[in-house]
């Protein structure tokens, strides 16, 4: 097999602030490998069919690629349990797990995150209010979903119009542009909210903490307005000691021995008949990663 | 019955900043009563030996009288299964629980308050460590002791030497003045930490966030440092997400119908035989109790 380009999104400096395509992250094209020969040191060749945009990976290390969830068909094998020939769905060697029905976005990562979590540290009762934010992501809007299934009345937040729209089609009762109206003003006239989905901590946090009612569950999921720039700081914790609140960070992985199988069984057939609703944004090639990255970190996907 | 004076303690004015006794709460004692004849209205009329300093109750009324944790003997009662001579322990009306050991302090809401959050929520496991704040007062240095009865490693911080040394002598593995030494510097050289004993709040919760394993239970008892002055905001809370930490508010009240048995079977017995050791600041008289409020929130008690 001829030498073949393997094409590398590097992280090539501390982002000061948001990420800066060509700056931040550079896209590498010189590395040039021979499939039959590259040393694999124990582990597995994959082939890639294109890169997935999701995820928040830690330390990253400078000059270095940066690793993300992908589906990818495996090459050569020194590990056990791949052969060439199987998909596999990983951001980490050895990918795990293995499994027959591999996907990126909705009915992969994201999609678990929603619902393994939402199981998990909801408990939610029919007739609750639940705030979602950044509901037109794959998080959100299958939060939004799972949500509207167990009874719950949604009110749910995005930056763009498109999204609102995509909201109210998947059943949120209340959807709102968090860039044209005031996210407390809606909260106090919506709410009081029993969960609160958080995708953007900083001051939406400060909100939901303020349109609590007793023994709220905080779903902390990410907190993207945190991420780029140093906020002010969240300054009315007190209300998780008056309200009894309940605040919780997770990691899928974490989930995923729990809940792996009953999301399999269910999610995937729910996406594919309709019955639950996704959006996607497609990128492909590798060269539009740092542009992705940052459109992402902006609120300027999906628009 | 000669009618008697009626003393009580109003809150007067919302406070600016810290309570100032003589303008926020002032003494009244010109009400006075005839024990025999006042109108009870479905309610009892209770004689307290002294007040109690603990606590913190929501929503006082201007010109109202402040509530507190207390033991009372009933006098008259036109309230079912109140009988003249009974021994009552409450902050409310009617008083509840009616039992026969009633106690304040380390025995009673303070006491319940460190044993009952610390069963529910520590998921202490032998080995683990843990961060105490306010170690010296009534409910830290029950949660010190309960955790090194659990095998933990105890990181316990107060505001004057003299607490210290009572940490200390309790079985606190590191015990230190937050107002002389830098708590950060101590949690890093002496943490990290697993579980984080909140009493403050405000920048103590940035550095245990800081300071604090994967997993961390954050056990949100109080945050004494927000009370009163405006605080900045706490700036680091994507360490929930990162460290998957839980960070839980609780009432003391919620928790007794699951616990109280227990706590009276067992915790008094153990300080009365001083296996479990306590300290405590007795004020006696009404006219102290503005003065001790102050006190307790600038931390001057008990130096």
Redesign the interface.
Known sequence: MAPVKNTRVLFNDVPQGYPIPGKTTVVDDSQIIDLETVPLNGAILLKMREPTIESYP?SYRIGEPIDSYGIAVVLRSEFEGAQPGDHVYSMETPPEPFVDDTYVGVAGMPGETAYMAWKEYSKAKKGETVFVTSGGGPVGSMVIQLAKLDGLKVIASAGSDAKVQFMKDIGADVAFNYKTEKTLDILRDKGPIDIYWDNV?GET?EYALEAANAHARFI????IS??NT??????N???????????????VA?LRPKYADEFYAWIPEKLASGEIKFKEQVSRGLDKVGQVIADVQRGRNSE
Chains 1, 2 share one sequence.
Do not use: N
């Open positions: 830690a901590g946090l902390e999921s990410g907190m945190s991420y140093r906020s002010q700081g969240v300054r914790l007190m209300h998780i000691v008056y309200k009894r609140i309940t605040m919780t960070g997770f990691f974490e």
